[in-house]
């Protein structure tokens, strides 16, 4: 096993001798700009770990690894385009930087870039790991709809919301392990074993991340906080607010939802006082330990190296933890 | 051997038969309604030919022919949106119907079908089918973002404009057919001598489309004449009649392109008259032939059936014919 600094370096030097050709210049040149804007390289990383982890030889999950990594950012580039977000990693997005054929069509390439490059692993498991990817890019795709279908209803449920994130967010750290895995040629328990770890740790960082963009500290957290609040974002926390709140508690709370004209700190400090005081807070630290003690058991059982599993509860820990 | 109507026929059936989720509701329902509207399944039947003229079995190749059927419908529904078209096979088109991001996510959804598809054929040529199909995507990709890029642009030459439709339209029949030949087990070669095949008679294909927009009977043609005229599309008539047009020829063809308050029928008829003055459409006649000779030619030295030489050779007549 390697770090994860080795790891990610190995990774980063992947994607860097890709050599994509130079015409047409506004196909490619999205694509370059969107794959060198860094990041931490989660899923590619995951899929080598579990690789070695599981006693196969990571030098040969590379190009997987990397197609997993351009699937990724070829989901954000169409999420961006979609959400018309302005910009990504401190960056302009494409559809601003360009427009948006461009980043529809740079992104179509992104996405038969990463097939083509998940397709390289050992013709022994090629089926396999395609039909991981395949049926792992079906369920981003039914997550983003389901996301899209819940900003115009107020009925969510905790239990929709958390399908949601499992298909928009969990399943692919699930499908970098379960590739992994496969092309070091595990049996298909052991592979789908690791899956449910990754899928369980997927849901824990994720609601991590909900309560970090209410309570995280901007300079560790990486961006401002308060965002969700002021976008109404459907998050775990809101769900389980409205679901809580009773009288004055729900009066208050759909008046910041509908009022347009707030002072923007006045309405975060509101609704993150209603979250506190409804114990919304809690209820989201503990969904994290339940996701994160799960997914914990789960890889006490997975069967592989010693120095593989302690790899892996260490990176799951800094996943969830509070201030990544 | 079948016959096209018999090939049509198990292309739509097993179309019928993909069983797509329901929910959620907007990310399937734009995928069956664009795959159930028909059209002449032009890639997939010729997928199942090509199996069967190369002595394979086309009940093996079904599902990568519905793929590569999914794949072209999923450019023409991504080009809509970055087109803005209203109108696809007499039905509004999915972001008419729908919204953009609706025909973003569905499209994307249709390519990781379409490789899905792709990916079922025996396991001895799957490296190869993907990787031809993923190429093809790439070229595809670059034709469209080329033809893109001509619409700003005033200098494109003929042979600029045939190396993007080369790209854009060609090279997925000749895909098509090397995935067929492919599954039969044909010698490489043989694959590539019949995608060379595919790849010519797409040429001469997409400039009887060219001609026929000007000169085509809307009743065979099957859509309203001039409409190229009318956009001043980059056709090999326009490029080839900019580069012959000399002093009032070249200044009334200016006009026509840069003057906007011009009645719709005057400029049709007077473009046309343009391009039969100049000699265009010879050109073009003199091109489809050339284009569809050398696909002839290159048929003739293709070991397969004489059956199957026979139906691809009436077939490639009729797709360059003068009133499909």
């Not at 397709?119 to 079906?138: D, I, S």
């Not at 949601?164 to 969990?170: D, Q, V």
């Not at 052991?190 to 209410?214: H, I, K, M």
Request: proline fraction near 3%.
């Amino acid at each position: 096993m390697r770090t994860y600094e080795q790891y990610l370096d190995m990774v980063n030097d992947t994607i860097a001798r890709l050599a994509l050709p130079e015409t047409p210049a506004r196909l490619y040149q999205p694509i370059t700009y969107t794959m060198t804007q860094g990041g931490k390289r989660l899923r590619p990383v995951l899929t080598l770990m579990a690789t070695d982890a599981m006693g196969g030889d990571s030098a040969l999950a590379l190009q997987a690894a990397a197609g997993v990594e351009m699937f990724h950012n070829f989901t954000l580039l169409h999420d961006d385009v979609m959400d018309r977000a302005a910009v990504r990693r401190g960056q302009p997005t494409v559809h601003r930087k360009w427009n948006d054929n461009v980043a529809i069509l740079s992104g179509d390439a992104m996405l038969t870039l990463a097939t083509g490059l998940v397709a390289q692993v050992p013709g022994a498991c090629l089926a396999e790991v395609l039909h991981t990817f395949n049926r792992t890019a079906m369920e981003i795709y039914e997550g983003q709809q389901h996301d899209m279908d819940f900003e115009s209803r107020n009925d969510v449920t905790v239990e929709q919301y958390m399908h949601m994130i499992r298909l928009k967010t969990s399943v692919l750290l699930g499908c970098a392990c379960r590739i992994g895995a496969l092309i070091a040629g595990a049996p298909d328990d052991a592979c789908q074993a690791l899956y449910d770890v990754a899928v369980n740790t997927g849901l824990a960082f994720q609601l991590r991340d909900d309560v970090l963009d209410v309570w995280g500290d901007p300079k560790t957290f990486g961006k401002a906080t308060g965002g969700d609040i002021l976008n109404n974002k459907k998050t775990f926390l809101l769900i389980s607010a409205q679901q809580l709140a009773q009288d004055e508690d729900a009066s208050e709370l759909r008046y910041w939802l509908t009022e347009k004209k707030v002072m923007p700190d006045f309405k975060v400090q509101a609704v993150t006082e209603l979250y506190e005081r409804l114990g919304v807070r809690q209820r989201a630290e503990q969904a994290i330990d339940t996701y994160t003690q799960r997914a914990l058991d789960g890889l006490a059982a997975v069967p592989m190296s010693d120095e593989g599993r302690e790899a892996f509860a260490a990176l799951i820990n800094r996943l969830v933890s509070r201030d990544h």
